[in-house]
């Protein structure tokens, strides 16, 4: 019989996915799936983190320490995938290789009320910097939507490319509609009043973002 331990270590090398994010999929602290395969604490996954690393993988859980299950289908979660960019929170990274680094499932039902956009046209990156702090901090991870742009504008938070960088920061739309201010919610840094819409180049809006914890 496979150990779960060395499955779940496997599953996760396959994927490309690390730990720290498998231990955020459950809700769990960062360490967790570490402790577990390294450490054997918990002795056994409970049954709820069974079920979602089960469903996250496509695999039957009997493989992860769980009963063997009957013939159903596998509920397969969304694939979004994990872009190998960053977007400044502070004086602007420039963009590297637009490549995956990886992919993060969503349950369907949850992305469905989040938004409505198409799963291609969402992906996750990085933020750097703490030119959002306290809204947003160095090392979250941020859903973006790209069908959700310049023809949508509204206020909100979004990833603007500046001097060929990727930022990001917080959009509001002036009092008669026709000028927008771009905005660090850090007040050390410089904010933006005035502009034209047409002169921000809009890449996606912000919809979700995960933090270590």
């Known amino acids: 019989m496979n150990d779960p331990r060395a499955v779940l270590d496997d599953l996760i090398r396959q994927r490309g996915v690390n730990y720290s994010s498998i231990s955020r999929l459950l809700g769990r ?66 963009a590297g290789s637009e490549a995956k680094a990886g992919q993060f499932g969503f349950d369907d039902k949850w992305l469905r009320k989040l938004t409505q956009a198409k799963p291609t046209n969402l992906s996750i990156i990085k933020v750097t910097g703490d030119s959002m702090e306290p809204t ?49 919610d850090n007040a050390a840094y410089p904010s933006w009043q005035g502009l034209d819409r047409r002169s921000v180049n809009i890449v996606g809006r912000v919809l979700w973002f995960g933090r270590k914890v």
Do not use: C
């Open 29 to 94: 602290n960062v360490s967790y799936i570490q402790q577990f395969l390294r450490k054997g604490s918990p002795r056994h996954l409970d049954e709820r983190d069974r079920h979602i690393l089960a469903q996250f993988f496509g695999v039957d859980e009997a493989v992860l320490g769980g009963p063997t299950a009957l013939a159903t289908p596998i509920v397969q979660l969304v694939q979004i995938p994990v872009l190998d960019v960053e977007a400044s929170a502070g004086h602007g990274a420039l």
């Open 136 to 184: 947003l901090h160095d090392g979250d991870e941020v859903l973006v939507d790209v069908s959700d742009e310049q023809s949508k504008l509204r206020d909100g938070i979004y990833v603007l490319r500046m001097d060929g960088a990727l930022n990001v920061k917080r959009i509001a739309i002036e009092p008669q509609g026709r000028k927008i201010s771009v905005v660090s």
